[in-house]
């Protein structure tokens, strides 16, 4: 029997952790290198799992299929913290909407019309519901950095080396492959190296001669302290997009990604969270915690990129603006196409190739 690969996933945010609980459970060695258990992206996520409008169907098959992936993942996980809460929408035109409806239910989304009264009946506390929106009821939420960290314990629990506090600062190659990790502390021979460090990643993969053209917008969430149940799922509203975590907070952006705070976050944030007081009934009385500004890793397209990358053994890439949703299916299409060799035809749009 051959030996077990032995692996080397940076970064451990959602992403990172996925693919290291997947890759041990499919019986590879692996460490994970992370600057921080839960990443750095991660914790600024809105944390909506959904296919939602503005995409190709390919990708719409990629989204429901994690999305079923997510599912599965938790049969295997104790307590990763997801809500199945559904999603009610109306943060297009009318005309787009019914667009979007239509599109989607022709592909299989369980998406429905609901008039403002159904609207109200679903999120009783929202004020100024318009005269209808959609209702998605198989999207939902993860609680993003306790998600990553659930993955990596029972990850460790199975064999996984877990380095943390180490920042990662090149890769080294040999005729035609990566062969080890330069962290800050010490140089790490690998047979693999998974690079999942979201806006890390083209730095990373431009040592060894690799451009990945990834950019970091800038996104405000902005969160409140705990409150009694206030929402039962996820409002995507016109430039307002918000739900309520499973400790109690009423988080919110100007859109799922977060908007970009200018040079006055602090201000921003303050203004985006007048906004959230005001959209709910008993708004009055929230008060904000904290707010975080994100640096989303997206791609040039927008699209994921995903895979080993041509003409360079033992690197696999895997960077996406979508990490929540995306999460489960990457790490097990990730583990099978490096363990196996195997090819995932779901992936094949998202290959580095497609830029050269």
Same mark, same amino acid.
């Given at each position: 029997?051959?030996?077990? +690969?032995?692996?080397?996933?940076?970064?451990? %945010?959602?992403?990172?952790?996925?693919?290291?609980?997947?890759?041990?459970?499919?019986?590879? $060695?692996?460490? !994970?290198?992370?600057?921080?258990? =839960?990443?750095?992206?991660?914790?600024?996520?809105?944390?909506?799992?959904?296919?939602?409008?503005?995409?190709?169907?390919?990708?719409?098959?990629?989204?429901?299929?994690?999305?079923?992936?997510?599912?599965?993942?938790?049969?295997?996980?104790?307590?990763?913290?997801?809500?199945?809460?559904?999603?009610?929408?109306?943060?297009?035109?009318?005309?787009?909407?019914?667009? #979007?409806?239509?599109?989607?239910?022709?592909?299989? #989304?369980?998406?429905?019309?609901?008039?403002?009264? *159904?609207?109200?009946?679903?999120?009783?506390?929202?004020?100024?519901?318009? *005269?209808?929106?959609?209702?998605?009821?198989?999207? %939902?939420?993860?609680?993003?950095?306790?998600?990553?960290?659930?993955?990596?314990?029972?990850?460790?629990?199975?064999?996984?080396?877990?380095? *943390?506090?180490?920042?990662?600062?090149?890769?080294?190659?040999?005729? %035609?492959? @990566?062969?080890?990790?330069?962290?800050?502390?010490?140089?790490?021979?690998?047979?693999?190296?998974?690079?999942?460090?979201?806006?890390?990643?083209? =730095? !990373?993969?431009?040592?060894?001669?690799?451009?990945?053209?990834?950019?970091?917008?800038?996104?405000?969430?902005?969160?409140? $302290?705990?409150?009694?149940?206030?929402?039962?799922?996820?409002?995507?509203?016109?430039?307002?997009? @918000?739900?309520?975590?499973? +400790?109690?907070?009423?988080?919110?952006?100007?859109?799922?990604?977060?908007?970009?705070?200018?040079?006055?976050?602090?201000?921003?944030?303050?203004?985006?969270?007048?906004?959230?007081?005001?959209?709910?009934?008993?708004?009055?009385?929230?008060?904000?915690?904290? #707010?975080?500004?994100?640096?989303?890793?997206?791609?040039?397209?927008?699209?994921?990129?995903?895979?080993? @990358?041509?003409?360079?053994?033992?690197?696999?890439?895997?960077?996406?603006?979508?990490?929540?949703?995306?999460?489960?299916?990457?790490?097990?299409?990730?583990?099978?196409?490096? +363990? +196996?060799?195997?090819? *995932?035809? !779901?992936?094949?749009? #998202?290959?580095?190739?497609?830029?050269?």
């Amino acid at each position: 029997m051959a030996a077990a +690969q032995n692996i080397t996933v940076v970064g451990g %945010g959602i992403i990172g952790a996925s693919i290291a609980w997947h890759l041990v459970e499919a019986g590879a $060695k692996v460490r !994970l290198i992370t600057e921080k258990p =839960g990443g750095v992206a991660t914790p600024t996520s809105f944390a909506w799992i959904n296919a939602s409008w503005g995409n190709p169907e390919s990708y719409f098959r990629l989204r429901t299929r994690s999305m079923r992936e997510w599912r599965r993942l938790a049969d295997s996980v104790k307590d990763l913290p997801l809500s199945w809460c559904g999603g009610l929408c109306w943060d297009l035109p009318p005309d787009d909407l019914f667009a #979007y409806a239509r599109e989607h239910g022709s592909w299989g #989304y369980d998406i429905r019309q609901v008039s403002m009264a *159904e609207a109200a009946a679903i999120e009783p506390n929202v004020l100024h519901l318009p *005269e209808f929106a959609l209702h998605v009821r198989e999207e %939902g939420a993860a609680e993003p950095t306790i998600a990553a960290n659930v993955l990596i314990a029972d990850a460790r629990a199975r064999g996984l080396e877990l380095i *943390e506090g180490v920042a990662v600062n090149s890769l080294r190659e040999k005729s %035609g492959r @990566v062969v080890s990790v330069l962290t800050d502390q010490a140089e790490i021979e690998t047979d693999h190296v998974v690079l999942a460090a979201g806006a890390a990643v083209p =730095g !990373l993969a431009a040592t060894v001669g690799i451009t990945v053209p990834v950019e970091a917008p800038p996104g405000l969430i902005v969160h409140s $302290k705990p409150v009694p149940k206030l929402l039962n799922g996820l409002v995507i509203a016109t430039e307002l997009h @918000v739900r309520q975590t499973l +400790q109690g907070r009423i988080i919110a952006g100007s859109d799922f990604g977060g908007s970009d705070p200018g040079n006055d976050p602090e201000g921003a944030a303050h203004g985006l969270f007048a906004k959230v007081k005001g959209f709910l009934k008993g708004g009055d009385a929230l008060e904000m915690d904290f #707010y975080t500004v994100g640096f989303r890793p997206t791609p040039k397209d927008g699209f994921p990129i995903l895979g080993s @990358v041509s003409g360079l053994d033992g690197l696999y890439l895997a960077v996406t603006h979508s990490g929540i949703t995306l999460a489960p299916a990457i790490g097990r299409f990730a583990a099978e196409e490096i +363990q +196996q060799g195997h090819s *995932e035809p !779901l992936l094949a749009p #998202y290959r580095l190739s497609r830029f050269t």
